[in-house]
T-cell receptor, first 114, second 118 residues
Framework: DVKVTQSSRYLVKRTGEKVFLECVQDMDHENMFWYRQDPGLGLRLIYFSYDVKMKEKGDIPEGYSVSREKKERFSLILESASTNQTSMYLC?????????????FGNGTRLTVT | AQTVTQSQPEMSVQEAETVTLSCTYDTSESDYYLFWYKQPPSRQMILVIRQEAYKQQNATENRFSVNFQKAAKSFSLKISDSQLGDAAMYFCAYRSGDYGGSQGNLIFGKGTKLSVKP
């Protein structure tokens, strides 16, 4: 089974702090994704990566950046956390984009910015 | 741009009964894929079922089946013999068959919260 691990289940940070959300997958997947999930809004794509050192903006990239230095790890960075970034963050991976394989999700990180 | 609409924010079903969750989508493409994901209280999203648009036959996975109406752009999920463990958020998702750029990413609906009454 594919395992996607998000380093923190709950996180509380202060406004203005730099926040790192880490995600690791163990199945040599090429594609990795960061979503945020908010009630009534569903899942919205923040950033994604098709391969190491590659990154592309999703639908709501403002206020976020990402890093993918190794294939198995995809980090989401909040350069200066704000209260409107309080949300559930979900990481996902997929074998590659040419294959109709489903997304495999982590357990999510619930971030609260105070 | 493609959109996915789930018109039922919440649904409830009696244990052992059948329930249908609705999903409609908007696209001008002919080649695409549709998915239903389940998110239980544990928060991990789990794939329930998927459908390729070019297949006329409705997908089935044990107690889960879909009613795929391509012309109507409808993709409903039917859960038969509902169990307590089926209680979760259910998300419908669309993926383009064109894998270039961001087209291969999933577009999610806003979700339907399903409650199962004992």
């Amino acid at each position: 089974d594919v395992k996607v691990t998000q380093s923190s289940r709950y996180l509380v940070k202060r406004t203005g702090e730099k926040v790192f959300l880490e995600c690791v997958q163990d199945m040599d997947h090429e594609n990795m994704f960061w979503y945020r999930q908010d009630p009534g809004l569903g899942l919205r794509l923040i950033y994604f990566s098709y391969d190491v050192k590659m990154k592309e903006k999703g639908d709501i990239p403002e206020g976020y950046s990402v890093s993918r230095e190794k294939k198995e790890r995809f980090s989401l960075i909040l350069e200066s956390a704000s209260t409107n970034q309080t949300s559930m963050y979900l990481c996902a991976s997929r074998l590659d984009r040419a294959n109709n394989s489903p997304l495999h999700f982590g357990n999510g990180t619930r971030l609260t910015v105070t | 741009a493609q959109t996915v609409t789930q018109s039922q924010p919440e649904m409830s079903v009696q244990e052992a009964e059948t329930v249908t969750l609705s999903c409609t989508y908007d696209t001008s493409e002919s080649d695409y894929y549709l998915f239903w994901y389940k998110q239980p209280p544990s928060r991990q999203m789990i794939l329930v079922i998927r459908q390729e648009a070019y297949k006329q036959q409705n997908a089935t996975e044990n107690r889960f089946s879909v009613n795929f109406q391509k012309a109507a752009k409808s993709f409903s999920l039917k859960i038969s013999d509902s169990q307590l463990g089926d209680a979760a958020m259910y998300f419908c998702a669309y993926r383009s068959g064109d894998y270039g750029g961001s087209q291969g990413n999933l577009i999610f609906g806003k979700g339907t919260k399903l409650s199962v009454k004992p």
